[in-house]
């Protein structure tokens, strides 16, 4: 059998770098006209963590990290186009990262895309789902400080199984959360940061986070009609710390349309809650009107630059109401 080809041209042409972008959950700031600017998610940055240091130009489809970390890793060279920063984030060939961009846009993204952060939302629900672990990691702290600074409890830590990670592999030292489908079985694991390193997260080569929403698995036991969706892992658990078992988070700002098929076939109504930020606030307003036809959608409104992880129990219970209705 012929193995896959991928289209280069096409696909620099066609799919746009802050959506991909969006699918790693990295988030950067506007920097200027058709430019975005911020801290480094690539793996080759091993320089000391710098805030301006990666920077993507949205008319020509390019990135950029001026770090001397990238800059080695890359032979001198200082950026390159979306089919070089798969390759880079996925540790694969540029074929590779061409097929695997194939697999997860397919052919439906214009060429064009006038919303500067806007999310992917487009995804195709056809791409290989992530395939089950053939392991667990051992000896997760799930006491660790950093959850405690988190505000995570030790039960809620040790229900989701989230913990730092001492052993060995790219996730070693990092605070780990295991990533259950909605069958409950363990397809991956996040591994976060906790020292200000970057990536803030990493993933393993392949992962397709537009294919799973973090504890539907939860969700879905709880029989309510309602869930809450948020961004991140983080959010997640204060969400549910609060007294809210039905929540889920898209790993992210984007959306994708297997996202949207998970939600529709569970639930009869949505709470949205996305950061209070400019890539959230963007991202609730491509999302709404895609639901919306199909569920009844609230939309919380957090203040500017709030995240659902940085609110108390109390505060979430104010926003989305007593535990007694979502749960």
């Known amino acids: 059998m012929q193995p896959p080809q991928a289209d280069f041209r096409s696909i620099k042409q066609r799919i746009p770098i802050d959506r991909v972008l969006g699918r790693y959950g990295v988030k950067l700031r506007p920097g200027g006209p058709h430019t975005l600017r911020g801290p480094c998610p690539l793996p080759t940055h091993t320089s000391r963590p710098s805030q301006e240091s990666f920077s993507v130009n949205l008319s020509r489809q390019v990135w950029s990290c001026h770090s001397a970390s990238c800059i080695a890793a890359r032979h001198g060279r200082l950026g390159g186009h979306v089919i070089d920063l798969v390759a880079i984030m996925e540790r694969c060939s540029l074929h590779q990262a061409g097929i695997r961009l194939q697999d997860w846009f397919g052919g439906s993204l214009p060429a064009s895309h006038p919303a500067l952060l806007r999310p992917a939302a487009v995804e195709s629900s056809a791409a290989q789902p992530n ?20 505000g995570i409890s030790p039960a809620t830590a040790q229900m989701f199984g989230v913990g730092m990670y001492h052993g060995a592999g790219f996730l070693a030292g990092r605070c780990v959360i295991p990533i259950r489908d909605e069958q409950s079985l363990l397809v991956g694991y996040a591994g976060r940061a906790v020292n200000g390193e970057e990536p803030k997260y990493r993933f393993p080569a392949g992962f397709r986070k537009s294919q799973v929403l973090f504890n539907l698995n939860r969700a879905i036991e709880t029989d309510g009609p309602n869930v809450i969706v948020v961004e991140g892992f983080f959010d997640a658990l204060k969400v549910h710390q609060a007294g809210h078992p039905a929540v889920v988070a898209l790993m992210g700002s984007s959306f994708s349309q297997r996202q949207s098929e998970l939600l529709l076939s569970h639930f009869a109504s949505v709470t949205l809650m996305l950061d209070g930020d400019q890539t959230g606030r963007h991202a609730a307003e491509h ?23 940085q609110l108390s129990s109390a505060e979430i219970n104010v926003l989305v109401g007593p535990p007694n209705r979502t749960s």
């Open 131 to 150: 395939r089950p672990l053939g392991f667990a990691l051992q000896g997760i702290d799930t006491r660790h400080r950093y959850l405690t600074q988190r």
């Open 287 to 309: 999302i709404v009107p895609l639901l919306t036809p199909k569920v009844r959608v609230h939309k919380v409104e957090l203040p500017n630059r709030t995240q659902p992880d």
